[in-house]
RNA sequence: UGGGGAAUAGUGUAACGGCAGCACGAAUGACUCUGGAUCAUUUAGUCUAGGUUCGAAUCCUAGUUCCCCAGCCA
């Protein structure tokens, strides 16, 4: 039984969730788009793009920016670029690159022929920089690093201007054409914005616009040796792709004056820039600065680590596009900072696979059943039903025995109030197969361990019904002895122990104090033959225990399931709070 | 401390001077061959203080709290 109906569409297919009408989503920066189609403010046209540096691996925070600008572009009828904001050679790979491009026509977007770099605008941007210069609106300073520090100024305090502040244009053109040809060594001179060391913006202190760095870029290899700083390239990229809102995160917000002065002085283009709040997740931490802290340290096993919050890693956890999308549909967009909880992340995966996810039975922590009235050496194959909330995935066989392995918390000798399972002398329906009592516990005589059930069947309750109409409250998970294939289950738990991982309670601790040591625990797996062969990527739901999807890891002989998601737990939630009552 | 932003149930997000709504969560019940799903019900909110107005979450004034900015990162 393959899982081929859940995997996720074409990469060509733009237009993911086609909105019902009356449903169209709406947010202040929609609203802003509507205003402007209104007054006619860009012709008509609706541009945005997606713009993330190389620097690491996509999280869910970008899946909110990818779902914004490719949705906002499906939604009026616009269009979305792809752009690599590849301006610093140093922390830029191609492996980046390619995950990118990898997430984004995942999630199921489509950049059709507009995939940019902005390292394909550097002459642009250089040339720009000379505008500039002849404009007598930069100049080279020869201040350090430290210096410009210095003479930066703090929150209060206006900065000093550099000595080179006000140098000959000629000069800063001749010196800034020696830098472009190497002329010099690292650090030891930039190219700034000549506007205003007192202002109370700081980015408008007279900003770096290019600096020396003798580094190999991964696209213009070493085609330059010096390269422009973001500030610098950003808004320009947006202009010259006549993007009409450029939506970005509030952090921003402070650099739009620095970009807006870039482009009134160069006279090009406007693109118009508005600012939304960045996504927040309970339980994990979602700067690159932190993720590629984990990937680095060893921490997880990768990127794609499953307890990653990065597109890889949610999909190889089991996560659908389709529900990464729904997520970002409900948490909305808007300017206040908060924290969405990962219990609605989790709701969006549930409510997907609910309804697409194939039912099957495996058991995590077996405990033998031995059914003495049961003929030895007989095998039925009893039918079970695929997806209750699918009929068209049919049915299929599972066998059954005289051994059976149920779950060991399907089972208590002295059972709590309001426990629907099995306990001597009571009764409960093996799922799809018979109802059965338990009529002997076997302990081991040393440690007092249940080992072993022995029970009784009803061979009139076939499949699991009542012909004489008696109601049996609990109904659980089996696999028999004889058929189980032992596969590898691999349960996840939250990465960090707390809601907010960056809250320590000593000083000089650190987000990495709150890993949570049992974030992954890899368990032996008795599962129902028919999942020999399942391949990677399959996603099912284990009846009773979860959502799980089948790892890369797993080899023929050899399954390996991530948990996904576990099924809400109400006998769990009612444990709880029985346990506060004593 | 200068500047830029933001404050609506536990969380996220609507309401655009006219009944504070939705989702998740939580709780209760119904139903159930998954203690799943489904259905029903409940819970709980406009940062504070003034003002304008017939009427304020929305407008005005003052305050409070939180976030961002002192990279040759993005």
């Not at 860009?42 to 997606?50: A, K, L, M, P, W």
Request: proline share 7%; charged share 30%.
């Amino acid at each position: 039984m393959k899982c081929s109906n859940i995997n996720s569409k074409p990469p060509s297919e733009n237009n993911p969730s086609p909105v019902p009408p009356g449903k169209e989503s709406s947010d202040f920066i929609r609203e802003i788009i509507r205003e402007d189609l209104r007054t006619g403010k860009y012709q008509g046209r609706v541009h945005t793009r997606f713009p993330p540096e190389p620097n690491g691996y996509l999280h869910i925070g970008h899946a909110k920016s990818i779902c914004l600008n490719f949705g906002i572009a499906r939604d009026f009828g616009g269009k979305c670029n792809l752009r690599m904001d590849d301006t610093n050679p140093c922390k830029e790979e191609v492996e980046y690159v390619e995950s990118i491009l990898e997430d984004v026509r995942w999630l199921g977007f489509d950049w059709e022929d507009r995939m940019f770099y902005a390292s394909d605008y550097f002459e642009q941007i250089y040339l720009w920089a000379e505008e500039l210069i002849q404009k007598g609106n930069a100049y080279v300073c020869e201040l350090t690093a430290d210096q410009v520090r210095d003479t930066r100024g703090t929150l209060t305090q206006p900065g000093r201007e550099s000595p080179f502040r006000n140098r000959p244009v000629a000069e800063n053109l001749e010196l800034f054409r020696q830098m472009r040809a190497g002329k010099f060594p690292d650090g030891s001179r930039t190219l700034r914005a000549k506007i205003d060391m007192a202002s109370p913006n700081l980015n408008l202190r007279d900003p770096v616009m290019y600096r020396i760095l003798h580094a190999e870029h991964h696209r213009t290899g070493d085609a330059w040796c010096i390269y422009p700083m973001y500030d610098f390239t950003h808004g320009q990229s947006d202009s010259i792709e006549r993007i009409t809102h450029s939506i970005c995160t509030l952090e921003f917000e402070n650099h739009r004056p620095l970009y807006d002065w870039y482009i009134r002085e160069l006279g090009i283009y406007a693109p118009q820039q508005i600012e939304f709040a960045r996504l927040n997740l309970t339980y994990t931490v979602m700067s690159k600065r932190k993720l590629l802290e984990l990937v680095k340290g060893g921490y997880v096993r990768g990127w794609d680590d499953p307890r990653m919050p990065t597109i890889s890693g949610l999909r190889r956890r089991g996560y659908t596009p389709e529900a990464i999308r729904e997520f970002c549909a409900r948490i909305g967009v808007a300017k206040v900072e908060g924290t969405v909880e990962i219990s609605l992340l989790e709701h969006c995966l549930r409510e997907d696979l609910n309804k697409r996810a194939p039912r099957v039975m495996g058991v995590l922590k077996p405990l033998k059943v031995v059914i003495d009235n049961y003929p030895e050496g007989q095998v039925e194959q009893m039918e079970a039903v695929n997806n209750p909330e699918d009929a068209a995935a049919g049915t299929r066989q599972v066998p059954f025995s005289r051994v059976v392995y149920i779950e060991e918390d399907d089972f208590r000798e002295d059972p709590p109030k309001k426990y629907h399972r099995l306990a001597p002398g009571k009764e409960v329906r093996l799922r799809y197969a018979y109802l059965i009592t338990c009529t002997e516990v076997i302990k081991d005589p040393k440690t007092g361990a249940v080992v072993e059930l022995h029970c009784t069947y009803d061979p009139a309750t076939r499949g699991g019904n009542t012909p004489d109409g008696r109601k049996v409250k609990g109904t659980i998970h089996w696999v028999s002895a004889a058929h189980t294939l032992t596969a590898e289950a691999r349960l996840y738990d939250y990465l960090f122990t707390k809601e907010n991982p960056d809250v320590v309670e000593e000083e000089g601790k650190t987000f990495l104090d709150n890993l949570n040591p049992n974030s992954l625990v890899v368990s032996p797996f008795l599962v129902e033959p028919g999942l020999a062969g399942a391949t990677a990527g399959e996603r099912y739901q284990f009846e009773r225990l979860g959502y799980f999807s089948v790892d890369p890891d797993a080899t023929p002989e050899r399954p390996v399931f991530n948990r996904s998601v576990t099924l809400k737990d109400t006998w769990s939630k009612i444990e709880k709070a029985q346990g506060k009552e004593r």
